[in-house]
């Protein structure tokens, strides 16, 4: 199969302008009869509905949530990019663009991400018009910090709660599209397959989650915007019910998976407590900018930490290890998420871990008070502050910081991070794979798009932190709107689809024989089981640092798990009524596929290149890259057997491909 | 530590419901979800029915958790969503009481979970601004006062739950409509369709069963959120203002 990305001609900064301007446009009297089936409403999926039935098409929209508004998308924190330059730090779209490329260590097309930075800026107009109550400066203008990896603040946010602020500003647009009549909202609807007429995408089954009923829902095209697959490591930051069916179902319609193993694993999430651990909690990123991450020098330290014989503040500084200051001085303890977490995964390693389980880091923040205590007394004019004004001043400080953030951490862990530091270890949080799409954002399969975090498509093989915000709602109203027409302008002439075609029929055939058969095992083991399996398996064998004989291993395990699976999961109920334990299963049948993609995938790369270690492929203990062999986009048709490799190669015109170098 | 929990079974709305007491073994860093997670494990393998129950965050900002817990709506813990309890926060021998969220108009699903659309109603009904993508002025056109944007957000952290509805004696979701309300009025963008939006929004909450306020105050105390009842006395005002006397 050969991919054509349909890159457009021209200057890099001038491809978006000159092709949205000259592309077909589908008249208003047109929009009005066709239908755009929409799944997912997180950042992306509401975006682009409320946008798509602004523009007048007839938006039928899905989400297998009660409500629009509890997708994922809301608990991101730290922020949303933009390269405004409100700043005046040197920031611009093209330092945008570039850092991206960069942060994703030149696994991303460079006209995608160019788009990407173009439209930043006016995700940030049409949030604010919205009523998305972004941080202000005391003379009403909008606030800016700087997150993750890079050098100008360019980051808006809304307290530790953007993600929530953004998706209900996202929801409010939806609601007034539902409200009009033209977007149709079905909640609690989850795809459960992808229904294709003549090798076009026209359609989904959904079931009922209150009632179990199949549906069939016709389009003129389908947009998925479902959302990443971080849970196939099931402790993960994600929701709960993240998961990959959509794109997996419609992989086995013949969409191809692009570059599954870019996981991004974040450094600073509250450690595992236990067994029992159903998720992880991430700790804003934003908290770098403030706390020095450590571990003691001496492995009896460390031990006598873990027994909890000792505790942070008894040990000196001569006793502590900075770890990222001392390696990487440069950027110390803000450098990339795939770099600090791979640190604290040397660091544990190395047996200097501080919590019980020996897998766990400190987040220390008693510097920042004394500084912010100190500063604040002079401003204050404040002459002799003592000790205690210093760190009362500053813990105030700190709190209007990081307040919910702190206030969050104690109630998991029961400790107050004021007063000792905090502990944290990485954990699975986004995933850089997904459906390979084209620039117009639609798959290999015609008039199936794909939208955010489902998609693969910009940020190669690392994030940058607060850039999924910014690529979710990019999609979703600045890039779809246009480039959906591109298929649509085709179709002007197609009549509607009708559901009771023999496609249809077949396909909702296929998803009832699956669930039946699902409910037809009654083994002995419970669905939460498995997937805890195969997260186990792929933490430990597909996780931080990868080498080809723990992939080809892992590989294994998760068939045998998967066949196991199919012998002996038990499943409670019956599929024609309200049955989480059904629709889990479904999902954890899903994962137990893309794991092992994921694992062939991760076997093929023999480089290492951001969230992506192979222990074989590195220069003085850092990652090393290998752009002679692996400057390609990785998409898998799935087999069973044997998965088959579509190579797009990626062409840099524009920058020149370095080495990341943090030191 | 050894607990014993009643919970309020119920196969499905048309039928009647009842409590049942289960046993579980719990360890203190739990959270509360993860000890029913364990209830669950345990059912599933002697092939009874799980107890169900909404959730998905797990981490107090999704607004799915939904259940009353010895009495309260999200438990007794201040500012704290059902799935940020932890189960230090009781002691072994506890016998706990896990209720859905009761109100006329949250129907029971099934045992904790409930039908809360009702919310999406009201949203429908104007809790946006009126614009489309792409006609939006630069961010920075529109300066807003560093106060009224933080009052802005304090009302818009409202993660539509429903606890204020569940604690509420009438069933009322005044809590819920004048935050959202609140949140935009504070902001120059929400002005232009206030009136509209606190006639409408107050019309279809009325029409979707909610009960009357009456100033008990219960919504603030339990609200996860800590939304203040402030929200709803600057509602009564605007209702006033919009629907007596016509002020726009
Ligand atoms: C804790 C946390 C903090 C984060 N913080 C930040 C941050 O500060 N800045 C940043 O830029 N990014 C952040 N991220 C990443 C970012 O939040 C996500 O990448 C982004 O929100 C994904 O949005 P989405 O619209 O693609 O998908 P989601 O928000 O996951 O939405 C998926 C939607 O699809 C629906 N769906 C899925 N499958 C089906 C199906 N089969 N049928 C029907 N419906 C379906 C769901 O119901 C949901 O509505 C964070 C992520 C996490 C986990
Ligand atoms: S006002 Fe509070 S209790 Fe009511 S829905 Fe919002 S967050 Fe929940
Ligand atoms: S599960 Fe999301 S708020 Fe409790």
């Given at each position: ?40 409403t997180g950042l992306?999926?509401a975006s682009?509905a409320a ?16 409500s629009p508004r509890r997708a994922?998308s809301i ?55 919205q ?33 929530q602020?953004l998706l209900l500003g996202a929801y409010s647009a939806l609601s007034r599209?539902i ?485 | ?119 999406d109603?009201?949203m429908?009904?104007?809790g946006y ?31 539509g ?88």
């Amino acid at each position: 199969m050969k991919l054509d990305a349909k890159i457009p001609e021209g200057e890099l900064a001038e491809k978006w302008t000159k092709y949205r301007g000259s592309m077909n446009l589908v008249a208003p009297n047109n929009k009005r009869r066709l239908d755009v089936i929409v799944v997912g409403t997180g950042l992306a999926g509401a975006s682009a509905a409320a946008t798509l039935g602004e523009l007048g098409y007839n938006v039928k929209c899905f989400t297998f949530h009660d409500s629009p508004r509890r997708a994922h998308s809301i608990a991101a924190q730290g922020g949303i990019n933009a390269a405004k330059n409100y700043q005046n730090d040197g920031d611009s779209i093209y330092r945008l663009f570039y850092d991206t490329i960069k942060g994703g260590d030149y696994r991303s097309r460079e006209a995608n991400v160019h788009r990407l930075a173009e439209c930043s800026t006016e995700i940030i107009d049409q949030a604010v018009a919205q009523g998305v109550p972004f941080a202000r400066e005391y003379g009403g203008l909008l606030a800016n910090r700087s997150f993750g990896g890079v050098q100008v603040s360019r980051t808006f946010y809304a307290r530790g709660q953007t993600g929530q602020q953004l998706l209900l500003g996202a929801y409010s647009a939806l609601s007034r599209q539902i409200a009009k009549g033209q977007v149709k909202m079905y909640n609690r609807h989850e795809m459960l397959d992808l229904v294709k007429i003549d090798g076009k995408a026209r359609g989904i089954i959904t079931r009922n989650l209150l009632t179990g009923k199949l549906d069939r829902h016709a389009a003129h095209c389908v947009v998925l915007a479902t959302g990443g697959y971080g849970n196939v490591f099931y402790l993960s930051t994600n929701a709960m019910g993240s998961n990959v069916s959509a794109a997996w179902r419609s992989v086995k319609e013949g969409a191809l998976f692009a570059n599954p193993c870019y996981t991004q694993i974040h450094p600073t999430c509250i450690p595992v407590s236990g067994e029992y651990q159903s998720k992880l909690t991430l700790m804003s990123e934003s908290l770098r900018n403030d706390g020095r991450v450590w571990v003691p020098k001496t492995i009896e330290d460390a031990q006598a930490i873990q027994r909890g014989e000792k505790r942070a503040e008894d040990l000196p500084e001569e006793d502590r290890d900075y770890y990222l200051e001392r390696r990487y001085p440069a950027f110390g303890n803000l450098v990339p998420r795939d770099v600090a977490s791979r640190a604290a995964k040397v660091a544990s390693d190395e047996g200097k871990g501080v919590v019980k389980t020996g897998l766990g880091v400190y987040l220390d923040f008693a510097d920042a008070i004394q500084r912010y205590g100190k500063s604040e007394a002079f401003s204050l004019g404040i002459a002799n502050p003592s000790a205690e004004k210093i760190k009362e001043l500053g813990e105030a400080i700190v709190k209007a910081k990081y307040g919910n953030l702190f206030q969050m951490y104690e109630k998991i862990t029961g400790e107050n991070p004021y007063k000792t530091a905090m502990k944290i270890y990485p954990a699975v949080h986004y995933t850089m794979g997904g459906l390979w799409v084209d620039y117009n954002l639609q798959t290999n399969v015609p008039g199936l798009f794909a939208l955010g975090e489902a998609n693969f498509s910009d940020h190669g093989a690392n994030r940058l932190g607060a850039s999924a915000l910014m690529q979710g709602l990019a999609d979703g109203y600045f890039v779809i709107p246009y480039t959906i027409g591109t298929f649509l302008a085709d179709e002007i002439r197609t009549s509607k689809i009708a559901n009771d075609t023999p496609e249809f029929l077949e396909a909702e055939q296929r998803v009832q024989n699956r669930l039946d058969q699902l409910m037809a095992i009654k083994g002995n083991q419970s669905v939460e089981s498995f997937h805890r399996r195969l997260g186990k398996i792929m933490w430990e064998y597909c996780g931080m640092s990868r080498n080809a004989e723990g992939l080809k291993k892992g590989r294994q395990l998760i068939r045998e798990l998967r066949k196991e699976f199919y012998e002996d999961v038990y499943i409670p109920g019956t599929t024609d009524e309200f049955n989480p334990e059904l629709e889990k299963a479904a999902r954890v049948a899903d994962f137990l596929e893309l794991g092992e993609l994921f694992a062939v995938d991760a076997l093929d790369r023999g480089e290492s290149c951001g969230g992506h270690f192979r222990e074989e492929s590195t220069e003085n203990g850092e990652a090393k890259r290998n752009d002679e062999d692996y400057t390609y986009v990785s998409a898998w048709e799935w087999d069973d057997n044997n998965p088959i490799l579509h190579k797009e190669e990626l062409t840099f015109e524009n920058v020149e491909l370095k080495t990341r170098s943090y030191k | 530590m050894n607990l014993t929990l009643k919970i309020w079974r119920q196969k499905n709305n048309g039928s009647n419901g009842h409590f049942e007491n289960y046993q579980v073994e719990a360890e203190e860093h739990m959270s509360f979800l993860e000890m029913l997670d364990v209830l669950n494990q345990q059912l599933i393998e002697k092939k009874q029915d799980p107890v169900a129950f909404e959730h998905d965050c797990r981490e107090g900002i999704c607004g799915a958790c939904s259940m009353v817990i010895n009495g309260r709506p999200h438990g007794s813990q201040t500012g704290t969503t059902a799935c940020q309890l932890h189960m230090r926060a009781f002691k072994t021998g506890d016998t706990i009481t896990i209720e859905p969220f009761r109100a006329n108009a949250f129907p029971v699903i099934k045992d904790l979970a409930v039908d809360r659309s009702s919310f999406d109603a009201i949203m429908q009904a104007g809790g946006y601004i009126s614009v489309n993508t792409g006609q939006a002025v630069d961010g920075n056109a529109i300066p807003v006062e560093k106060a009224d944007a933080d009052e802005a957000f304090d009302s818009a952290t409202c993660i539509g739950c429903g606890a204020c509805v569940a604690a509420c004696p009438n069933g009322s979701a005044m809590l819920f409509t004048s935050a959202k309300i609140n949140h935009l009025s504070k902001l120059p963008q929400g002005q232009v369709e206030h009136s509209r939006r606190v006639k409408n929004m107050v019309r279809v909450m009325d029409k979707e069963g909610f009960g009357k306020c009456s100033n008990v105050g219960a919504c603030e105390v339990d609200c996860p959120k800590e939304i203040s009842t402030d929200n709803i006395a600057a509602l009564n005002r605007y209702y006033l203002g919009s629907v007596l006397f016509g002020q726009d």
